[in-house]
């Protein structure tokens, strides 16, 4: 297929030899990234006034994770965000934790956060440190460079951000870089939109990818991928995946494995899996982990 490696073109799985392969050379990987970017950049302010409320899968997912550490929400909290958006998951946070709380909020699109930050609408005892950051960029360029502080974190999420991320190797990537934040004891949540899930999304992003990879010129996609636009907007188009269980085992077996071969063991396991969000309760799969470590059952 065009999409394959092309020779003098270095794929993301030759820059990590360790991550499984990539179907796209990194200049495709670039690109679809690219695209995301500048659908945020032209849509944050009317995808943002759709974007208010919390997810109904963060109560689950806390429940599960106070239910396995009581102490969680009784004691300061550091944690990390990556895709931040306009932080709706902070004000989550704040309203469940009284202790202090100390955020690291990742985005490149620094319009998204923007309002939050300005007024604040944030409570108290919440601390918001944003950094605007193009996630796949740095995975590309600095895949040994953590994206915060190792072991430090009690809690690190990836809301709506697995799907934008073009390749296998990337979404591997991202877990590793949940775990690594991690103390131990910590847990790491991350959400996996799968859209098909709904035949109306189904059938949008079946006509929308045709109509995109022939405007952007776009090889043949793999298994999953595909282009969504947004309300009425012209030429704008978002990548998103669509991550099935079965890839979801093997994201974790392959971050797993990999997390023993390191001499710090960033090992970690599976506490609860669960699917919650939209009128059928199905549109996103969630996965909550916690770091393993010799003090596993510690948060601080």
Same mark, same amino acid.
């Given at each position: ?35 995301? +970017?500048?659908?945020?950049? $032209? ?29 969680? *929400? ?20 704040? /309203? ?7 955020? $690291? ?32 960029? %740095? ?23 697995? %799907?934008?991320?073009?390749?296998? =190797? ?5 877990? &590793? ?16 939109? &799968? ?5 109306? #999304? *189904?059938?949008?992003?079946? =006509? ?8 952007? %010129? ?7 991928? %595909? ?18 269980? +079965?890839? #979801? ?14 001499? /710090? ?9 669960? +699917? ?18 010799? &003090? ?5």
């Amino acid at each position: 297929m065009s999409g394959a490696n092309q020779p003098g073109s270095p794929t993301v799985a030759e820059r990590r030899p360790s991550t499984t392969a990539s179907i796209y050379p990194v200049d495709i990987v670039r690109k679809l990234s690219a695209l995301t +970017s500048e659908f945020y950049g $032209h849509e944050a302010a009317s995808f943002s006034a759709t974007r208010q409320t919390p997810w109904h899968g963060w109560d689950e997912a806390w429940r599960i994770i106070v239910e396995e550490s009581p102490e969680l *929400a009784a004691k300061p909290l550091i944690a990390l965000d990556l895709g931040c958006g306009n932080l709706r998951f902070e004000r989550f946070l704040s /309203e469940r934790v009284r202790e202090p709380v100390a955020v $690291h909020a990742l985005d490149n699109c620094a319009a998204l956060p923007k309002d939050e930050l300005d007024a604040p609408l944030l409570s108290d005892h919440l601390d918001v440190a944003f950094r605007e950051i193009d996630l796949v960029e %740095h995975l590309l360029d600095s895949p040994d460079i953590p994206l915060v502080n190792p072991g430090t974190c009690n809690i690190a999420v990836a809301f709506g951000l697995m %799907h934008h991320l073009p390749t296998f =190797a990337l979404r591997v990537r991202i877990i &590793q870089e949940l775990i690594g934040a991690l103390r131990p004891g910590g847990f790491a949540i991350a959400s996996f939109w &799968q859209f098909l899930n709904d035949s109306r #999304i *189904a059938a949008k992003a079946a =006509a929308v990818t045709v109509e995109g990879r022939a405007a952007r %010129h776009l090889p043949p996609f793999g298994p999953g991928d %595909h282009l969504l636009g947004w309300q009425h907007a012209q030429d704008v188009y978002r990548f998103c995946h669509h991550t099935t269980d +079965s890839e #979801i085992d093997k994201l974790l077996t392959r971050a797993q494995e990999e997390a023993r071969a390191d001499p /710090e063991s960033l090992t970690f396991r599976e506490v609860a899996r669960f +699917s919650a969000d939209g009128k059928e309760g199905n549109l996103n799969r969630y996965v909550v982990l916690q770091r393993r470590g010799p &003090q596993a059952d510690a948060l601080c």
